[in-house]
């Protein structure tokens, strides 16, 4: 089984910082994207930002400058340094992967996606 568990979170004052984490876990072959998706109440839930495992990245417009994602592929974790946080931001966190599992001694033939148990940010004076 693969489980992705987030941390990080919490409450931060407008202009503030925090750096969510998540780390993946269980018979893991590979790694494929890891990224990280957010919703807001009575919204729909939308990437943030994503990271290839060859290091191609994506953003959310709204967070480019403010936003930085990294990961280290020795310990399956996925980062998001968040910068600068407004109110705007504030919504529930959740981590994405698409991992290549273990079938017996070989790596499945399909990548499968997971997701984190999600995170709460919220960003208020």
């Known amino acids: 089984q693969v489980q992705l568990v987030e941390s990080g979170g919490g409450l931060v004052q407008p202009g503030g910082s925090l750096r969510l984490s998540c780390t993946a876990s269980?018979?893991?072959?590979?790694?494929?994207?890891m990224g990280w998706y957010r919703q807001a109440p009575g919204k729909q839930r939308e990437l943030v930002a994503d990271?290839?495992?060859?290091?191609?990245?994506n953003y959310l417009d709204s967070v480019k400058g403010r936003f930085t994602i990294s990961r280290d592929n020795a310990k399956n974790t996925v980062y998001l340094q968040m910068n600068s946080l407004k109110p705007e931001d504030t919504a529930v966190y959740y981590c994405?992967?698409?991992?290549?599992?273990?079938?017996?001694?070989?790596?499945?033939?399909?990548?499968?996606?997971?997701w984190g148990q999600g995170t709460q940010v919220t960003v208020s004076s």
């Open positions: 994405n992967a698409d991992i290549i599992e273990y079938y017996g001694s070989r790596p499945k033939e399909y990548a499968s996606e997971y």
């Open positions: 269980g018979r893991i072959w590979s790694i494929a994207a």
């Open positions: 990271i290839t495992n060859g290091g191609s990245l």
